[in-house]
């Protein structure tokens, strides 16, 4: 019988088939399924097992070398720059199990990778029931290509996928960092994660929409270069900086020194690595006046002219306030700010009241926790009583401590016209920013508060001399703080830190700078206050970033001289 064809010279041919060869062509495909049968049997066998693996087994499963964790979406500063991405990096692993020889094996591993510790990975892969063990995760190519060279039986490389961050340490306390399985654990990388729970359409692992910051990396590497510069100048144990939108809220840049980088997490076990701005509590001395000074214009118990006496310290109870520029005399609301008098401040804070004054401060969130996409902080420390003595020094910045992030974006409030945005790690649109703002002062009263700023720094006697950027017209406010070492004022150690606005009449841009047991420059005779070192600083800062963030500068018209000219 005919049953199919075959190709010959001549063309296609037809084929007969005998009975014996159809029965042989049934045998053949009995067998196959027999054995295809075999097959599904052995493959449904070993998932059946896999549902009884110990946890252990199902880990060693989930990380096996086929690479499953997550991409996470890229991370971009305001104008664009890579801030952080995912590359696929190699890891080295090993199969114990396969190993004919583990202590030859580990002994060339420890050639190409001097830093393995031989002991504990020979302890992995002698006394180890695993079928996986990672020997490097994050691997060199180079270095993966050596090992590969060595052609060591059961070792091999698998991709994985890893987290770069190509701008460094800039910006490092914003951004954060991953654990090794690329899991945010600090910073903005952590807020992603976080997010992800909450909504997981938002920065999902098939989301090509990268996570844009308000920071701008070339701020945040002017306002490092410049902290560097005065750490090392006035010997300061540590500084720290924040320049932001005081329309928008938006931190446009924030540094903390020492520093830490997103690459080397390691780093953040040093006590001194932290971020101060959002995460350290401090009490800021006279910045604070700033603060006081609206409260009273805003309450209406005094105007700019009114005057107040301080030649004597001021007395409560057993608690004396004195000033420490020795300020004598009758002083109006103006020159109390200008010349820093802490008599004259806890003398207008006490025409307030001690209850208005606490609810002012708790309107501007200068009393609850600060909350960012970095988390919520620590809440500031301050007295459970709110009596007169307390409201007098809390006037001047004592006996309350802050964050400098919620103390900057209070004073914003207070020069942008009135309004209080909250403080954003992210880019945010003007619509934002107006969905969570709201009025805290006048604008009546935030046009006075911004010349009071301004005169501190043109007047003979203000303290903020030094600050002076001339184009711009900078306003601020210098505070010095004695520390407190063992639950008590220090008389030698202080911090100072100096807030600053440029330009004063139309503010975009508020700079803040703190230093920490800053030494007195030789020539500055043993003064060691925030005028000659805060201030100065932060004058070098504005002077960068002005140009940077194009602000126009200001050259008032010179009046016309005529000249006479002679024949």
Not at 38 to 50: C, E
Not at 173 to 199: P, Q
Not at 436 to 452: C, E, N, P, Q
């Amino acid at each position: 019988m005919v049953n199919n064809i075959r190709r010959s010279n001549q063309g296609y041919e037809p084929i007969e088939t005998t009975p014996r060869e159809g029965r042989q062509f049934t045998l053949r495909h009995s067998l196959m399924l027999v054995v295809m049968f075999g097959m599904f049997s052995l493959i449904g066998g070993n998932l059946i097992s896999l549902g009884f693996l110990r946890p252990a087994d199902q880990q060693l499963n989930r990380i096996s070398p086929i690479g499953v964790q997550k991409a996470r979406p890229d991370i971009i500063d305001a104008q664009g720059q890579l801030l952080a991405t995912d590359i696929e990096a190699p890891s080295l692993y090993a199969n114990p199990s396969g190993l004919m020889d583990p202590a030859m094996v580990v002994k060339k591993l420890k050639t190409a990778l001097p830093e393995i510790d031989e002991m504990d990975l020979l302890r992995q892969m002698t006394h180890s029931d695993r079928q996986f063990v990672f020997i490097k995760r994050g691997l060199h190519p180079k270095h993966a290509q050596q090992i590969f060279d060595l052609g060591l039986p059961g070792v091999d490389v698998t991709p994985e996928i890893r987290r770069v961050y190509p701008k460094g340490s800039l910006g490092g306390y914003v951004i954060g960092h991953v654990d090794i399985d690329n899991i945010g654990h600090a910073g903005i990388e952590k807020f992603i994660d976080r997010t992800r729970l909450d909504n997981p359409l938002k920065f999902g692992a098939d989301e090509n929409e990268p996570v844009q910051l308000s920071l701008d990396i070339g701020a945040n590497y002017i306002l490092n270069q410049e902290l560097k510069q005065a750490m090392l100048r006035y010997k300061a144990k540590n500084a720290a900086g924040i320049v932001m939108n005081v329309h928008s809220g938006e931190v446009v840049a924030l540094s903390s020194l020492p520093v830490t980088d997103p690459q080397k997490p390691s780093l953040l076990l040093d006590k001194e690595r932290f971020d101060r701005i959002s995460g350290g509590l401090f009490e800021l001395g006279s910045v604070f006046k700033t603060v006081t000074m609206a409260m009273v214009l805003e309450k209406n118990t005094a105007t700019l002219d009114s005057r107040v006496d301080v030649s004597e310290p001021l007395q409560l109870g057993g608690f004396k306030i004195r000033d420490y520029h020795g300020v004598k005399g009758d002083l109006s609301l103006k020159d109390v700010f200008v010349r820093s008098s802490n008599i004259g401040t806890a003398k207008f804070a006490l025409q307030v009241g001690p209850k208005n004054h606490k609810n002012f401060l708790s309107k501007l969130h200068l009393l609850d926790a600060v909350e960012t996409e970095l988390g919520t902080f620590r809440k500031p420390d301050t007295a459970k009583r709110w009596g007169e003595v307390h409201s007098a020094t809390a006037s001047y910045g004592h006996g309350i401590a802050v964050t400098p992030l919620q103390f900057a974006s209070a004073v914003g409030a207070l020069v942008n016209g009135g309004i209080y945005v909250p403080p954003t790690f992210l880019k945010r649109s003007e619509r934002e920013a107006k969905e969570g703002a709201k009025r805290v002062v006048s604008v009546a009263t935030s046009d006075k508060i911004r010349k009071l700023m301004r005169a501190n720094v043109t007047e003979q006697h203000g303290t903020a001399k030094r600050a002076e950027v001339t184009p711009y017209r900078v306003g601020g406010k210098t505070g010095t703080a004695n520390k407190v070492i063992k639950g008590k004022y220090s008389k030698e150690k202080v911090r100072t830190s100096f807030v600053g606005i440029f330009p004063y009449d139309k503010p975009e841009y508020l700079v803040f700078v703190m230093l920490d047991e800053p030494q007195a420059e030789p020539k500055a005779h043993g003064v060691n206050v925030a005028g000659v070192n805060a201030a100065p600083t932060t004058a070098k800062i504005i002077s960068r970033l002005a140009p940077l963030f194009k602000v126009k500068p200001f050259y008032p018209v010179l009046d016309r001289v005529s000249v006479k000219t002679t024949k």
